[in-house]
């Protein structure tokens, strides 16, 4: 298309739809440029991995048969018979990994460089909703292969879910859809999957984007500290985002290779009355709270030791959340410093439980 | 306090709203609670011919809905376990090597009477009953849990 009909259309449009304040909108929106700018690409690196999840999940839908007799069959067809099915299964498998650890990635980078704070509590509210809704995409997508590892983990985890006071029982048998872990709850957890997670997931997506449009990117103190001439912008369109595509492009790349190089496994069929196999262990984006529970005791003061796990894991997830409410509340000349700290010991704690996880 | 028109009309309709979205949210939560299967109370079930088991090894039975673990230990005694971890759900093994029962979860260990020695699990497994009826192995619920 040349420049002529290219200002046509756009003109067409504009005539019907009154466009123009959105063209003006994207055309002046500038994005700062500093020594921490490279944080600025993690969320839309995570924006893309998600579609990419859209677009291979769609396609596994075509031959996936959710069904205790079923689900473990489908797969093996889709990954020996349907041409390139391997390929979309590991796709799949691989970006849904490189998601959450996106998502991870992005949520520190937001919460070091000081992106939460007023007037940003709900772009992070919602981004902590997206977090917990990805967590969710890959603790009910691991099941559905049906699988002995998968099988085990879900017990294992919607039996903790049990630990929680009073409403814990509840919980447990709205995730089962039983008592136990049967087809039932293969079956739940491929709605919630399928079609509940990812409604939910796109109407928190466009309210998080829509924040950060509205509010524009966040400035780093030290940045707003430069003389107005010394406070270096691209702008958004097209220069930022033919930037992000660049991006997109090179983790497609990687994400390909993993996928061609280190197929996803399907593992051996679940068998609800075979004795648990050596090395159930959840996805790796579990496995920090999972070491956690392993290591406390059965009993800490006579209660259960899960029970003060799950209350302590609880109590650190809501009080993560909702951060941006309680830490400008923390003594301003030492903030910072309280808030790096803390950040650094979850970071560290994340990193060593899950290390441990993996060696022990 | 006297009550003037308008008032009792945003009582009366507000009372008339709620109702309206109880209504609505009832039997939409209800439905996500799953119905209860009723359970075939089986009070036994039959495990083989005693004979046939080898000795010093474990085996997971379907007793009803719920795993059994029968062990035949190295003195050719039978013993009959719920396989249920008591710590988080996991299903048991037997150990043959240090008799005793596995669970390789989080490594929880119990002894040949079900009692929990070691590891995260809070509570003994439930033991069961087992009879040796012309050869053959019947495993039976405890008296006491019925
Ligand atoms: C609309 C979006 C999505 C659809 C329609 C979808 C659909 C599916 C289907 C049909 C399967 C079963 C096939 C299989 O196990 O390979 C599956 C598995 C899985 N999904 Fe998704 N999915 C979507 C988004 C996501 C997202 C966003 C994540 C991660 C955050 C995710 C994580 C997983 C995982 C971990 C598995 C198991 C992979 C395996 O072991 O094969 N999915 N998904
Ligand atoms: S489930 Fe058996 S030790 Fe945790």
């Given at each position: 298309m040349n420049k002529k009909s290219d200002d046509r259309l756009l003109n067409w449009l504009d005539e019907r739809f009154n466009i123009s304040p959105f063209l003006d909108f994207m055309k002046h929106k500038q994005v700062p440029i500093h020594k921490h700018s490279v944080w600025y690409y993690m969320g839309g690196v995570a924006l893309f991995l998600f579609m990419v999840q859209v677009l291979t999940g769609i396609l596994l839908l075509l031959y996936y048969q959710p069904g205790v007799d079923s689900s473990y069959e489908s797969i093996r067809f889709i990954v020996t018979k349907v041409n390139f099915g391997w390929l979309i299964r590991s796709l799949h498998s691989w970006s849904a990994n490189l998601l959450v650890l996106f998502i991870f990635i992005h949520m520190f980078s937001t919460f070091f460089t000081g992106a939460f704070k007023n007037p940003r509590e709900l772009t992070w509210l919602s981004g902590f909703i997206l977090l917990a809704l990805a967590l969710g995409f890959g603790f009910s997508g691991?099941?559905?292969?049906?699988n002995e590892l998968a099988f085990f983990a879900t017990k294992v985890g919607t039996d903790i879910t049990g630990a929680v006071p009073l409403v814990g029982k509840a919980i447990k048998i709205f995730l089962r859809g039983s008592e136990d872990v049967t087809g039932g709850t293969l079956l739940r957890f491929y709605a919630f999957h399928v079609a509940i997670i990812p409604a939910i997931f796109t109407f928190v997506l466009s309210v998080h984007l829509l924040f950060i449009q509205r509010q524009g990117m966040h400035e780093p103190d030290f940045y707003k500290k430069l003389p107005r001439e010394k406070q270096k912008t691209i702008a958004f369109f097209p220069d930022f985002f033919l930037k992000d595509i660049l991006l997109w492009l090179i983790v497609l790349n990687i994400l390909l290779f993993l996928a061609v190089f280190f197929p996803w496994d399907i593992g051996i069929k679940a068998d609800p009355f075979a004795s648990a196999p050596q090395g159930i262990r959840p996805e790796w984006y579990f496995m920090f709270m999972f070491q956690t529970l392993k290591l406390l005791p059965a009993h800490i003061l006579f209660i259960e030791g899960e029970i003060v796990g799950v209350l302590m894991f609880g109590v650190g997830g809501v009080a993560w959340m909702l951060l941006p409410f309680w830490a400008g509340k923390i003594n301003a000349q030492i903030r910072t410093r309280v808030l790096t700290t803390l950040g650094l010991l979850v970071v560290a704690f994340i990193l060593v439980m899950t290390i441990i996880g993996y060696v022990m | 306090m006297s009550i003037n028109r308008r008032n009792f009309l945003n009582i009366f309709l507000g009372t008339g709203f709620l109702g309206w979205v109880g209504s609505i949210l009832y039997p939409l939560i209800s439905y996500l609670i799953p119905p209860k299967?009723?359970?075939?109370?089986?009070q036994s079930v039959k495990a083989g011919i005693a004979a046939d088991f080898p000795s010093n090894s474990g085996k997971i039975i379907k007793f009803g809905r719920k795993p059994v673990i029968l062990i035949k230990t190295n003195k050719n005694k039978f013993v009959a376990l719920s396989a249920t971890c008591t710590h988080l759900d996991c299903i048991v093994r037997y150990r043959a090597d240090t008799n005793q029962i596995l669970c390789a979860c989080h490594n929880g260990l119990y002894d040949l009477k079900g009692r929990n020695i070691s590891g995260p699990p809070p509570r003994p497994l439930t033991a069961f009953n087992v009879n040796i009826l012309n050869e053959e192995i019947i495993i039976s619920k405890p008296s006491e849990m019925s």
């Amino acid at each position: 298309m040349n420049k002529k009909s290219d200002d046509r259309l756009l003109n067409w449009l504009d005539e019907r739809f009154n466009i123009s304040p959105f063209l003006d909108f994207m055309k002046h929106k500038q994005v700062p440029i500093h020594k921490h700018s490279v944080w600025y690409y993690m969320g839309g690196v995570a924006l893309f991995l998600f579609m990419v999840q859209v677009l291979t999940g769609i396609l596994l839908l075509l031959y996936y048969q959710p069904g205790v007799d079923s689900s473990y069959e489908s797969i093996r067809f889709i990954v020996t018979k349907v041409n390139f099915g391997w390929l979309i299964r590991s796709l799949h498998s691989w970006s849904a990994n490189l998601l959450v650890l996106f998502i991870f990635i992005h949520m520190f980078s937001t919460f070091f460089t000081g992106a939460f704070k007023n007037p940003r509590e709900l772009t992070w509210l919602s981004g902590f909703i997206l977090l917990a809704l990805a967590l969710g995409f890959g603790f009910s997508g691991y099941l559905l292969p049906w699988n002995e590892l998968a099988f085990f983990a879900t017990k294992v985890g919607t039996d903790i879910t049990g630990a929680v006071p009073l409403v814990g029982k509840a919980i447990k048998i709205f995730l089962r859809g039983s008592e136990d872990v049967t087809g039932g709850t293969l079956l739940r957890f491929y709605a919630f999957h399928v079609a509940i997670i990812p409604a939910i997931f796109t109407f928190v997506l466009s309210v998080h984007l829509l924040f950060i449009q509205r509010q524009g990117m966040h400035e780093p103190d030290f940045y707003k500290k430069l003389p107005r001439e010394k406070q270096k912008t691209i702008a958004f369109f097209p220069d930022f985002f033919l930037k992000d595509i660049l991006l997109w492009l090179i983790v497609l790349n990687i994400l390909l290779f993993l996928a061609v190089f280190f197929p996803w496994d399907i593992g051996i069929k679940a068998d609800p009355f075979a004795s648990a196999p050596q090395g159930i262990r959840p996805e790796w984006y579990f496995m920090f709270m999972f070491q956690t529970l392993k290591l406390l005791p059965a009993h800490i003061l006579f209660i259960e030791g899960e029970i003060v796990g799950v209350l302590m894991f609880g109590v650190g997830g809501v009080a993560w959340m909702l951060l941006p409410f309680w830490a400008g509340k923390i003594n301003a000349q030492i903030r910072t410093r309280v808030l790096t700290t803390l950040g650094l010991l979850v970071v560290a704690f994340i990193l060593v439980m899950t290390i441990i996880g993996y060696v022990m | 306090m006297s009550i003037n028109r308008r008032n009792f009309l945003n009582i009366f309709l507000g009372t008339g709203f709620l109702g309206w979205v109880g209504s609505i949210l009832y039997p939409l939560i209800s439905y996500l609670i799953p119905p209860k299967v009723s359970e075939a109370k089986i009070q036994s079930v039959k495990a083989g011919i005693a004979a046939d088991f080898p000795s010093n090894s474990g085996k997971i039975i379907k007793f009803g809905r719920k795993p059994v673990i029968l062990i035949k230990t190295n003195k050719n005694k039978f013993v009959a376990l719920s396989a249920t971890c008591t710590h988080l759900d996991c299903i048991v093994r037997y150990r043959a090597d240090t008799n005793q029962i596995l669970c390789a979860c989080h490594n929880g260990l119990y002894d040949l009477k079900g009692r929990n020695i070691s590891g995260p699990p809070p509570r003994p497994l439930t033991a069961f009953n087992v009879n040796i009826l012309n050869e053959e192995i019947i495993i039976s619920k405890p008296s006491e849990m019925s």
